[in-house]
């Protein structure tokens, strides 16, 4: 059982370059969410996915854009990177409803020079 | 911000001590969970408090919630090396699909 599944790991781009990092699930959740982790700023949500065909913005949407291909993968694009983004995103998905666990992915570590 | 504050931002200790952590926020809540996030990896669920309850134990953990006050607590009794990480609560935002994070306490169990 993979469970959340994100590529790359790590990456490098420059300033003005654009990149997706994908994202996958095998456990048939509905919902389905992308964050940035920063020092000291704890995770922070940038877009989620309730149910596949819908994505909402979060807390940092600027700069950032999503897809929800099917109900398994949900993307998110930076179509013109800047330094402010150089981070660790984590791609995470629950079932609907509250109180359900949240299964993250192993990161993504985004350097932009 | 609806993010969760959480204090202290790092703490270190004796193994076989005692942990304490405690998260606050703002926004009423049906219920709050606890994760764990190990260096370099993803975070992972420990616990779940709804908000009708005041107190919820799992192994060595033991959480409180207090929905007046707007906080949460979370103690590690007996601590090992293996349980250095750092710790996040969570709880979504009332008739919403989104989770907050709180902005996390590093833990160092010094062996």
């Known amino acids: 059982n993979a469970g959340v599944t994100q590529t790359p790991k790590f990456q490098v781009l420059k300033t003005g370059q654009s990149m997706t990092l994908q994202c996958a699930q095998d456990m048939n959740h509905n919902s389905m969410y992308w964050y940035r982790q920063d020092p000291g700023m704890g995770l922070r949500l940038i877009y989620y996915?309730?149910?596949?065909?819908?994505?909402d913005k979060g807390e940092v949407p600027n700069g950032y854009n999503v897809s929800r291909l099917n109900k398994r993968e949900f993307s998110l694009r930076l179509e013109s990177a800047a330094p402010s983004q150089t981070s660790v995103y984590f791609c995470?998905?629950?079932?609907?409803?509250?109180?359900?666990?949240?299964?993250f992915g192993e990161g993504s570590w985004l350097t932009v020079v | 911000s609806q993010q969760g504050e959480e204090d202290p931002q790092a703490l270190s200790i004796q193994e076989g001590e005692n942990a304490t952590m405690n998260c606050s926020y703002k926004?009423?809540?049906?219920?709050l969970q606890w994760y764990r996030q190990n260096s370099g990896r993803g975070l992972v669920h420990l616990i779940l408090?709804?908000?009708?309850?005041r107190e919820k134990h799992s192994g060595r953990l033991r959480v409180t919630l207090d929905t007046s006050k707007k906080s949460s607590s979370l103690l590690i009794t007996a601590s090992r090396a293996a349980d250095t990480a750092s710790y996040f609560c969570a709880f979504k935002v009332p008739g919403t699909y989104k989770y907050i994070f709180g902005t996390g306490t590093r833990l160092k169990v010094l062996a």
């Open positions: 408090i709804r908000s009708n309850e």
């Open positions: 995470a998905s629950s079932e609907a409803g509250d109180g359900n666990t949240i299964y």
């Open positions: 926004t009423s809540i049906n219920n």
């Open positions: 996915s309730a149910s596949e065909g819908t994505t």
